[in-house]
């Protein structure tokens, strides 16, 4: 029976999935006027873990799977599927220095996280591990929030290859998104 | 199912065809057939019927080659159903002129495929023969890129000019004469996107601080004022919908929870009137919200039809609905309820007497044609090579 | 059961047609060398059917179904599911004026008529009755015979959007391919 | 099913994903997680484990963007074996030289996405970083487009020089010095077509009139001499494949009709052997043919791989088979029969100790992974956003 399976597989992929261009990548900052600016986050930089600590920091999950915590706000295919990593680019493409930042709490230790979404670009779309996220998701004229536009921009190319999620602090409250 | 089981009966399946086709019955006294022309291309005409659509797939899995088909909702078979496409490469979006039987396409190529020096093209493709009949290259690329959307590509002033909207992240309109197929003017929009058509000769954009920001245009495209209303949303905790539905000047946003703000964009400055409820106390109670990509379109009779899905939460706004609910806008008076084979996506409504209800069902990419009048399921058009249809439009969109 | 029934369409059809890329059109004649040439073709040209005849030409079938008797040769997406016909291209879309020949047998007279497999291009794969009959069919080095190449050549544009089938005459012998 | 049955469900099931999300045990004592670099972009091995195919996936419904997919096929999970990708445009083909890390892609691109003016380049990819290098740009669009073959973009002379098949309807070879990346030479070959490597400076071409031609080329990629070899098969009657795979430097092509022929292409003009059965008379009464797309491979202990279907006639050439069968070409012997698990449309095997073959399943269009040796099936490699992987490549293609 691998034809229904998998008949259901993408099924379940469409209905969950492609309903929309997911943020992919997203802006930081609110009312972005007449040029690209670099708005203040609202991040509080992490200190990097201390060398002899007898903890280290934690993760849990899949990172190639949509639910993995990094990906509360994200839309588009995982690079981790693609030949990159929640955090780095696939061979070949470029990261876009522009992005959009989610807050996302990571289960092991507790804390929220400003996640920036970098997307990678360069080559069409990977295809792959596409992943739909919409919480806190905002229509395009609230561009800091929104997750429906191509945030390829400031890339050689503005064509959109997969997204990543990367680590940029941690959130000061809950509310920031 | 036996037969994909059974690994020899391709084959068979072929050769069962060929004899198939020359078993037939024959005359050999007919006369023979004429020899044929060739190098005839098909036309369309110039003003497409209502029951035509116009169904922009942008190709989510190989975005270089969007395409928009007409197709036309009237007929049975996708050999009658399909009468032509043209591409539109990268997210593009596209506007229609009904009185030059035009359609303006924003899309952009790169100088090699997907790399290699950008370009942002506005194409201008004749209604009647589906070529392109000229273009407009941006100075410097920064059209606006995303999901497929209908105010991005605005033609206003009797279709004297055409605004598309632009976003580098900074937001601007790009006005361009459509007599002389130059751009004549950019206008910032700062902190505000999309142009929705506003009095004779201006535009308002959506802005994140909840208001609308009106722009009215001179003749010549220059620039005479921009005004921000109120603001009368906030786009954090009751945000509106930049897909909006226009009846008789008065354009109508649903919000994320249910509400539907009736804008009047007669004037030179756009006057929100007051909101109403789509859903009833019960249906707030399970949740019932408005949800999809194109999800709202409006009728020729003061109707317009809504994505609605129940059980909605922060992250459903964009998956679209299991109905379509039909409201009087004027009488706020939902008419009908439309309960669509699985899922809806989009919708576009056609024009004329009898409005017919487009859907995008994302369970299999096909689309679903509903009668608008009496909610009944015509016909489903599919298998004409779509990928993602995500956005679908009326053939005139005025 | 819609599900099924759709899902057995597409293996079927994947199965039945996506297996090659059907000619599409092919050349006229063999050896071509060093530039392109119009050679002779196997075709008694059929003379234009009396005004006052008591019977008309005739063709069964349906243009738009792969089976339909044109199609002997053909290979590629059918331009009757595309705006265009058995014979004319869709709108805005432009006929290779190179092409390959076959030779298929009309039902209802018994015939077999020179067929002629125009592409029509400029626009990218029109996607719809994709259409793979592979009779006749020789390997690319056969180029008078081969339906595996792109016959978008002498067009402004090399995208091959659908295939025509226009009848050029009546074959001379059953033989002639 | 039933929960694609109820309309309702599909909100609910997103809604429980986020609270599953947020559910889980957790340590607030732990370290923060340290801020992480933006920018970082991932690289390959300059040389690629025999595990490693290229998977030309032509996108026949999208051809302006058809994709190369690097695959690891030791890996179980898409994510694991997805180790890049890169475009190629249009119909393209592809080579490969392991002593320079370089990919090789013919491809085309208009000026307009799917129309305006063509051009023909030669992409030269580096395997490491998976990035653009170099460009040849032919001075007349003419290259070859198809369906994807193997010899088309042919190194030879230690990759030295690069050939490039040309079909206008004329044929003829595009010489390219790898060193300097620019056209030398371009060779006509009339009536023949392709590019087998012959000797160590040439290359033999197939002939519509049963010949093959072998073009023996000076070391600055200008012509010598070429030959033809006398008529060894009938293209109407008894054609064999363009599809070949190499074993010590003797090409074996097979015939649509079951036999191989063996073409030795060791010195400067290629030798054609005597011809031998794939098939037994009771396979041959069953009509057991070769088929498919790229339907036969080499491992490097002299075997061969090649697509077999039952009920073989006129038409069902291209269509693939059920089966792999394994021969042993210098005894001419099978040593192997692989029953596939649905169907196979194109084939690869891996270089090394271990081969390993790659089937493309036309029914679902996933890879098929087998033990070359044992015939076992291992895996499947799907959901990698395929469209149609009509071609696929070992890593390495010496």
């Given amino acids: 029976m691998n034809f229904l399976d998998d008949l259901f597989e993408r099924r379940s992929r469409q209905l969950a999935q492609r309903s929309s261009r997911r943020g992919v990548l997203k802006q930081l900052g609110g009312l972005l006027v007449g040029a690209a600016a670099v708005p203040l986050l609202p991040v509080a930089r992490a200190v990097a873990a201390p060398q002899a600590a007898p903890k280290a920091p934690k993760e849990m999950g899949d990172e190639s799977d949509c639910d993995y915590w990094r990906y509360c706000a994200i839309d588009g295919f995982l690079c981790s599927c693609c030949g990159g990593t929640k955090n780095s680019c696939p061979p070949g493409t470029e990261m876009s220095p522009i992005t959009w930042i989610g807050t996302c709490r990571n289960p092991a230790d507790g804390r929220n996280y400003v996640i920036s979404y970098n997307d990678c670009c360069g080559k069409s779309s990977c295809g792959i591990c596409l992943c739909q996220r919409d919480e806190g998701d905002r229509p395009p004229y609230r561009s800091d929030k929104t997750n429906d536009i191509n945030w390829c921009l400031g890339t050689a190319s503005a064509v959109y290859h997969c997204s990543t999620a990367i680590v940029v602090g941690v959130a000061l409250d809950k509310g920031a998104k | 199912m036996r037969r ?191 142009a929705y058509p506003t009095g004779q ?63 009047n964009m007669q004037g030179k400055v756009a006057q929100v009137g007051k909101p109403w409820d789509l859903v009833t106390k019960e249906e707030r109670a399970g949740n019932w919200r408005p949800g999809g990509i194109g999800l709202i379109d409006a009728d020729d009779h003061g109707h317009f039809y809504i994505l609605m899905h129940p059980d909605g939460a922060d992250g459903t706004q964009n998956g679209g609905g299991s109905e ?12 009908l309820k439309i309960q669509l084979q699985a899922w809806g996506l989009s919708l576009a409504v056609s024009r004329g007497k009898k409005p017919m209800v487009l859907v995008t069902n994302p369970t299999d990419m096909s689309l679903e044609l509903y009668d608008g009048t009496s909610g009944e399921y015509i016909r489903s058009v599919k298998d004409f090579g779509q990928e993602t249809p995500l956005m679908l439009h009326a053939s005139y969109q005025d």
Same sequence: chains 1, 3.
């Fill in chain 2, 4 to 194: 994909f089981k059974n690994r020899v009966s391709w084959a068979g399946l072929l050769a069962s065809t060929v004899l198939a086709a020359t078993a037939l019955a024959q005359d050999s006294s007919l006369p023979p057939l004429p020899i044929e022309a060739t190098g005839t291309v098909q036309s369309l005409p110039a003003k497409y019927p209502d029951e035509w659509f116009l169904v922009h797939d942008a190709s989510f899995f190989h975005m270089s080659d969007g395409k928009v088909y007409v197709i036309d909702t009237s007929a049975d078979t996708v050999a009658e159903q399909v009468k032509g496409m043209f591409n539109v490469v990268l997210m593009g979006n596209i506007g229609q002129s009904r009185r030059r039987g035009e359609i303006y396409a924003a899309e952009t190529f790169h100088s090699r495929g997907t790399r290699g020096t950008r370009m942002d093209v506005l194409t201008i493709w004749d209604m009647a023969s589906l070529a392109p009949k000229g273009e407009v290259v941006w100075p410097t690329p920064k059209r606006y890129m995303g999901m497929p959307q209908r105010f991005a590509v605005t033609p206003i002033d009797n279709d004297n000019l055409l605004l598309v909207v632009n976003f580098t992240p900074a937001t601007s309109v790009t006005i361009i004469d459509l007599d002389t197929r130059e751009i004549v003017n950019e206008v910032a929009t700062p902190g505000c996107l999309m």
């Fill in chain 2, 201 to 263: 000769r201006g535009f308002s954009s959506l802005c994140a601080d909840g208001r609308l920001m009106s722009t009215q245009l001179a003749r010549d495209g220059s620039l005479i004022k921009q005004t921000r209303s109120d603001v009368f949303f906030n786009s954090d905790d009751s945000p509106i919908f930049e897909h909006t539905a226009f009846i008789e000047g008065t354009a109508y946003f649903p919000s994320f929870s249910g509400e539907v703000y009736p804008v």
């Fill in chain 2, 324 to 335: 379509v609910w039909v409201f009087a806008a004027a009488k706020r008076e939902r008419v």
